[in-house]
């Protein structure tokens, strides 16, 4: 019970109750559904990225609330930062969401859902808007956004 506790701390419960840049994106920007089969966890991920930083960076979608707060944390981590620091946050979260390991300097607020790593079935919850990101940040390179 005090595990869970710790899960679902206070942050976590606030980003799901009012999670951060939840919304769609109008501008020209490149987006991505991302879906959790196991959980049924669904978000749409938009990402506009300029002179390689990520400049503006939403979701809107469902799922369970950790699904929810870790998209809602990650879009707060990332607005603003170059590519190339976003794909190394993402190496550190999944390290992180996977072995427990807390990298503080590159994580920042996402160390409060460290306790993921102990709770196997909601890892996959937590990454799932990380590997949304990742596949958005992927294929930018050099490629022209899509407008489909
Ligand atoms: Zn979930």
């Known amino acids: 019970m005090d ?14 109750k009012s999670p951060r840049n939840f ?20 978000l749409t991920l938009y990402v506009k990225i300029e002179d390689d930083v990520v400049a503006d960076i939403s979701f809107v979608g469902s799922g369970c609330a950790i699904s929810k707060a870790s998209a809602s944390i990650m879009t707060e981590e990332i ?19 996977t ?7 590159e994580l920042g607020k996402l160390e409060v859902l460290s306790g993921v790593y102990k709770f196997p079935s909601r890892v996959k919850c937590a990454i799932l808007s990380w590997h949304t990101l990742k596949n ?11 407008t489909e």
């Open 3 to 16: 595990e869970l506790r710790e899960l679902y701390q206070q942050l976590i419960l606030d980003h799901n």
């Open 23 to 42: 919304h769609v994106m109008d501008e020209p920007c490149e987006s991505t559904e991302g879906y959790n089969p196991l959980c049924g966890d669904k």
């Open 79 to 97: 607005k603003g930062k170059p590519v190339d620091e976003a794909k190394v946050i993402f190496e550190n979260f999944r390290d992180m969401i």
């Open 136 to 146: 958005i940040l992927d294929n930018e390179s050099g490629s022209v956004a899509s």
């Open 99 to 105: 072995t427990g390991k807390v990298n503080k300097e």
